[in-house]
């Protein structure tokens, strides 16, 4: 019986480290998976986005042509398709992959149309661009629409309107690198700190009227800032350095133009097109 009793301990002892090392190593796939793709995307940012200028509007701006003819990027829409959501863990790590693809899939949405002059325009008022189809990921259809509000919003974080960007000029800059779980928050609170910065599209101070303007976002997502006690709260948090009886106004006009530059030949095919 003792002999059976210690055969059946260390039959039970190999079971367990059997299935300790193949979590460890499901952990370490997802792991890789996950470091991939966020290469890959920091790759092509790298490669074909850069500060620019619209009308005295500055952006994070995408060098759309070049990101349509360079074949990491059909790799990378593919990657996002057939990610393991599953193995997503963490709130962060969720919460970064998900800004990551919206903001992938809004690029992705203008190149497969460009030319093109805003992202508004592939929609209509019965059927917006933000709930079309734009594209997959983890294996399943999504829209814009979709991951803003039933995924990243639900989350709870008022900082994602600062780092979501609907391929537009007026949206807070598209970020130079991926976000990423173990910096979320500095990159969260940085994108805060800077589109609450940028003149003509996060705010617009008219010291005439002591009125300090800010972006529709603070208005069309007001209640998505309660968690930080409202708008004018989350603005002196990442503002502290503002006149306490400075008065704001969520109301800058927002432009939809695309955050890319449109060439003499692709105005020329608008036109044509019109």
């Given amino acids: 019986m003792r002999f059976i009793s210690r055969l059946i301990s260390c039959y039970s002892i190999a079971f367990f480290m ?26 092509l940012l790298a490669h074909h986005t850069a500060v620019g200028n619209k009308s005295a509007m500055q952006a994070m701006m995408v060098d759309y042509p070049a990101l349509s003819d360079d074949p990491e990027w059909a790799l990378l829409i593919q990657a996002l398709a057939v990610f393991p959501l599953a193995d997503l863990s963490t709130q962060d790590q969720k919460k970064a992959f998900y800004l990551n693809a919206y903001n992938i899939l809004a690029m992705n949405m203008v190149q497969q149309h460009w ?5 508004r325009s592939l929609g209509s008022i019965l059927a917006p661009v933000w709930a079309q189809d734009a594209g997959v990921v983890g294996g399943e259809n999504v829209t814009l629409r979709a991951l803003e ?12 309107h600062m780092a979501i960007n609907c391929a537009s000029m007026s949206c ?32 617009i101070l008219n010291r005439a009227d002591n009125v300090l ?19 004018e709260a989350f603005v002196r948090y990442y503002r502290p350095e503002l ?22 030949r692709d105005l020329s095919r608008l036109r044509a097109d019109m």
Avoid at 21 to 38: D, T
Avoid at 193 to 198: S, Y
């Fill in 149 to 160: 509000d039933d995924v990243l919003r639900a989350m709870g974080d008022p900082r994602v």
């Fill in 18 to 43: 059997v299935a300790f090392s193949s979590l460890c190593n499901a952990q370490a796939n997802s792991l890789q998976a996950l470091e991939a793709l966020n290469a890959q995307y920091a790759q």
């Fill in 213 to 231: 303007h800010l972006s529709s976002i603070f208005d069309w997502f007001e209640s998505d800032f309660e968690s930080y006690g409202g708008v």
């Fill in 243 to 264: 006149a306490k009886d400075l008065i704001l106004a969520p109301d800058i006009p927002y432009d939809w133009r695309v955050n890319g530059t449109l060439n003499g």
């Fill in 115 to 119: 030319p093109l002059r805003t992202l």
């Fill in 172 to 203: 807070p800059d598209l970020r130079h690198e991926p976000y990423v779980s173990s910096r979320l928050d500095k990159q969260l609170d940085d994108q805060s700190v800077q589109f609450l910065k940028q003149e003509n599209k996060g705010i």
